[in-house]
């Protein structure tokens, strides 16, 4: 029986064969469960009802627990048994993309293990493995199962980028699945759907209901930033990470490598930034070999990784190892010794830009470069007299916002000369709005009141734009502070539909001052999840976090099943809890 | 030379050859270091400069990575080198402990592991093997070392208690120390300061200076409480918690086993409080085995293991499989379904009681039992009839601080029968000051200026107090919150010497609302160590937080070298990052 019915406000109770957390008691969870089939836009409140209480009847399970939400999603009673031993992924006959497809088939290898976690950790009874070793051929009498995947595109090669479609459908019946997508990337991301709907039963047995699903993500951008300078965290602790991201369906790895405090990033064409920037040589840095495995493993999760050079600020760590880049502070007549952000007045500086910003865009793949721009302080740029002399020849007067802007105008030059598109903080903006039209902006700072001016000041000037600033997620607080980034509204600001259709996407940032490898994990899932999901799914469908709670904490545990060492929401446990220990 | 200058007030650049975290310049470290050499209460400024200097121009390893800071320090810049193949632990020719003292053979072993971390990793270039393989008798050619241990006392098969001597000296000599104590739990802590005295240059190759250590603690009581009802931690998240804490020289593990959510204690005597109250009855419990496993692990570490079963609030588990242990509460004249605190008014409850607290008198073999009291809700009191009735028959009338006066009263003397201290929260001295003499209280409510009121008023009752109100480290915060624990003072109320004595020590609490095992170690470390020097230091030598931050960033390097997951206080790096993602 499929249960066509659109009931955007009906809750069912989570079944107890699934990771739930049972501090909620049966009763609460039916007031607070979730949404078991939504389609946007209707409700219909007598009928959801009913199937509430036939639900709770069937103690079913249900497709809840597929995070962040589908556009819509229409999910039956009926259920299908699955064998990890007569479970297969296979391509369809129309597919552009064919065996040999390395996205593809890594993933069908890669969500196999993650479908079947009990199977393929050896806590499996291979029955069959016994008439095996006596020699007799086995016949399986499991029903097969197929998960059937086409694309429009053979994109299996290349990278996602901006406007890479994420689009998919997938229908479960008996026997098979059926997963079509028009590209590869947006395969990956009804393969994770997929991988969600299916669950065990009290024996263990696997099942999946019968399922369908239109899907496609709210925002086209939706990052996550680490900060490898205020720490160094191991190529291993950001390869887990581009795994949880995948998990919660974010495209984007926006890679703050570099700073003040160190510059782990090892050049080829200037090796002494690293060597004498990084916190140490040889164990602190990302070697060309280590940048090419994240962007390879990324690539293989739909993931774009986007590189970080900021400047003229932050920059401390680069002044180590290349002389003269950073500018000389002055007290009175004398240099201090000290050093402040890199000097906009010496043609030297660019001339290194160009060559460091040549080498970045062949090194990163992607279409963007972030170029930073934010926070300079010009107490030193004030202080010294070049720099003044620089500003009289350029007609600049004292006004060093125009210092500035000549500097990133520079810069984003450069970066499109290599056909990049640049990327730049919002200060850049806020003291020069003239900024080339295909450049993105990235707003930081700021409460929502602050933050929609920005949203409507800079898509009234027809600029694309990224919101941040919610999503700060290095801030701590105690309590459930992942309500913070759920309830966000990213295009409640005033504006036309063309204005809100510049706003791009999203990203959650963790700021590196008190994070390392120690506890980035625990401290960025699932809190940002609460922010995927915002990206993603239709805002109508998830505005209520008492509704998303008990799903929330339901993908923690899957989570946590795969080896992600997200923290608890609230009281409660696992059925298999975090083992790392 | 032996540094014999009294010099509180004297900081050292830490040598670069430590776990430092290169943030602040060698300048700005040698203004905000730590100190060389401490005797409390003597102060020579001019001569400190001096040694500052010299220490700076010899780039020489102090003493300042023990952590807590010793009562009284005095060390040299002479080094003398160690070799982990002529390294040994031996017990002194006057001490009342000998080989086969358990506590001592395996922490002998232990510490050999944590001073040698390369050798005994496996990295160490063994030349001596190939000899051996050889066939030739190899003669090693390395210095010897022994560290030569003596107590006065063979408590080697008991367990730590409330009047245990932690006292101990150590001297560290060419090719020897000597370490002496009164007990084999002051020779634990001397052997943990030993290990923590040991460094490696730029080259591998150990070292440690010349020292003298006179070293006791500041308070008695110095406790970490972990909650696992409201979330279930592993036994081996409690097994490195004891690790940790053996680091940070705490010696008290409260262990709020049970609470509402769930009740995760396997009773000999009632297997259904966890079959039905635990979140699932096998494997979401501690078995009698795992109880045995815990205080073994503690007691070895000098650790005692202090049970909570609070009551008559906090019991909601209890109620699922000991039927009319809890009060019903009532709607008008019917039962609502629900159920309050324990039932005051039933004979039956004081049997249950007696029984469940024998068995817990024997298998925790500490004097202490923490009996809870806190929180007590009446409103299920008033609801019931039968509750109001047993008022009335007691005379009570409708002061039910009365009747939770009498039901706590009733269980004191249930554990004084059973020749145990009883320590309770500060709620039950709050309404009912005549409780038995003996009884610890624990303060865990509010501001400073509340808690200090709360201790002035509690010792002048003559009572004995644990103070845990400042460090509810649960409670996170953006930033170096650490601060807040490092800074308080806990013997700033009101008193005479005779008040300030009763406070016996203080406790660092973990409630477990939002945290599991995924999250556990890097919210406890290094925050939890913050409170370890308060609370064992002398607090004129360490008030500081500016002195205390380079030398807790090292002690959190080393924390992180042996393997606990803690976190970073602020930008940097430790020379070994943590590798377990």
């Not at 006596?134 to 197929?146: C, E, H, M, N, Y």
Request: one cysteine or more.
């Amino acid at each position: 029986m499929i249960l066509s019915v659109s009931c955007g406000l009906c809750h069912v109770t989570p079944a107890p064969d699934r990771n739930s957390c049972p501090t909620v008691s049966a009763g609460e969870k039916a007031e607070i469960g979730v949404m078991s089939a939504v389609r946007s836009g209707q409700h219909t409140r007598p009928m959801c009802f009913l199937l509430l209480l036939m639900i709770l009847q069937l103690g079913l399970h249900t497709a809840e627990g597929v995070w962040p939400l589908p556009q819509t999603l229409i999910s039956s009673t009926e259920r299908f048994p699955l064998s990890p031993q007569a479970f297969y992924f296979g391509y369809g006959s129309q597919s552009a993309a064919r065996q040999g497809c390395s996205v593809l088939d890594a993933a069908f290898k890669r969500y196999f293990y993650l479908i079947f976690p009990d199977y393929t950790s050896g806590r499996w009874n291979l029955f069959s493995d016994k008439n095996e070793k006596d020699g007799t051929l086995r016949f399986s009498v499991d029903k097969q199962f197929t998960v059937e995947v086409s694309v429009d595109h053979d994109d299996c090669d290349g990278y996602p980028n901006e406007s890479s479609s994420e689009r998919y459908n997938l229908s479960v019946f008996s026997g098979r699945a059926s997963l079509k997508a028009v590209t590869v990337w947006g395969a990956l991301r009804g393969l994770e759907t997929f991988s969600q709907l299916v669950y065990q039963d009290d024996f263990g047995s696997y099942f999946v209901n019968k399922t369908d699903i239109e899907d496609f993500p709210r925002f086209q951008f939706r990052g996550i930033l680490l900060d490898t300078s205020r720490h160094y965290l191991p190529v291993q602790a950001i390869l887990k990470t581009l795994d949880a991201m995948a998990y919660s369906k974010f495209n984007v790895f926006h890679w703050h490598i570099v700073d003040d405090p160190s510059f782990p990033y090892q050049s080829r064409t200037f090796p002494d930034l690293s060597s004498k920037g990084a916190f140490h040589p040889m164990t602190h840095i990302y070697t060309q070999s280590d940048v090419r495995r994240v962007i390879s493993h990324a690539r293989m999760r739909g993931i774009r990784v986007l590189p970080e050079f900021d400047s003229p600020g932050h920059t401390k760590s680069w002044g180590k190892g290349q002389p003269d880049l950073l500018t000389p502070c002055y007290k009175g007549d004398i240099p201090s010794g000290t050093f402040g952000p890199v000097n906009p007045a010496l043609p030297s500086t660019y001339q290194f830009m160009a060559t460091l910003f040549k080498e970045v865009s062949v090194v990163f793949p992607d279409s963007f470069i972030h170029l930073g721009g934010d926070e300079v302080n010009f107490s030193c740029w004030k202080s010294n007299p070049y720099v003044r002399a620089f500003m009289q020849k350029m007609g600049f007067g004292s006004d060093f916002t125009k210092l500035e802007a000549f500097y990133m105008e520079n810069i984003i030059n450069i970066t499109s000369a290599l056909n990049k598109t640049s990327i730049v903080w919002q200060d850049v903006f806020d003291y020069h709005e003239r900024i080339p039209k295909d450049t993105v902006l990235h707003i930081w700072k700021g409460t929502p009141a602050s933050y929609y001016a920005e949203l409507s000041r800079m898509t009234k000037a027809g600029m694309r734009v990224v919101l941040a600033a919610p999503w700060y997620i290095n801030h701590i607080s105690y309590g459930q502070d992942w309500h913070n980034y759920y309830t966000v509204q990213p295009l409640n600001f005033s504006g036309t539909e063309e204005q809100k259709k510049l706003v791009i996407g999203g990203e959650v940032c963790m700021w590196g001052e008190y994070v390392d490898a120690t506890n980035l994990t625990p401290r960025l899932w699932p809190r940002a999840s609460a922010a995927a999901e915002r990206l993603w799914s239709d805002e109508k469908q998830t505005s209520n976090v008492d509704k998303a709670f008990p799903r929330l904490q339901d993908f923690r545990c899957k989570l946590v099943r795969r080896g992600i060492q997200a923290e608890p929401l609230y009281v409660g446990h696992c059925k298999q809890e975090y083992q790392g220990v």
